[in-house]
């Protein structure tokens, strides 16, 4: 079944392709879906957090891979004529900045 659209959203829900979100406008198209959207329930199971574990009661180590998602270059704080400025540590940042490309 099919629901007719209005002509102005003919024009936001273009029918039989595929488009992508204007994301400077992604919050007004998700505004519009608000009526269908918070009616909906999430299953039971995703109600609640389930740990991951080789044995019952005891979670995992989870790791990330230097490959795909390199540590973050370790940040230091410094007061700079009454502003509070972050500066990475350059050795650290230089590697991630190469390990990300």
Sequence with gaps: MQVPLTVSDEKLWPQSEWVSLNLERSKATFDQ????TERLE???????????SKEPGQP??????????????????????????AKEDPMQAAAYECQIK
């Excluded at 999430?42 to 991951?52: C, F, Q, S, T, Y």
């Excluded at 995992?60 to 502003?83: D, H, I």
Aim: proline fraction near 7%; include cysteine; charge should be positive.
């Design 33 to 36: 879906l608000a009526w269908l």
């Design 42 to 52: 999430l299953p039971d199971r995703l109600e609640e957090w389930n740990w991951a």
């Design 60 to 85: 995992v180590k989870v790791t990330s891979c230097q490959c795909c998602a390199p540590e973050l270059p370790r940040m230091s704080w410094f007061n700079q004529k009454g502003k509070i400025v």
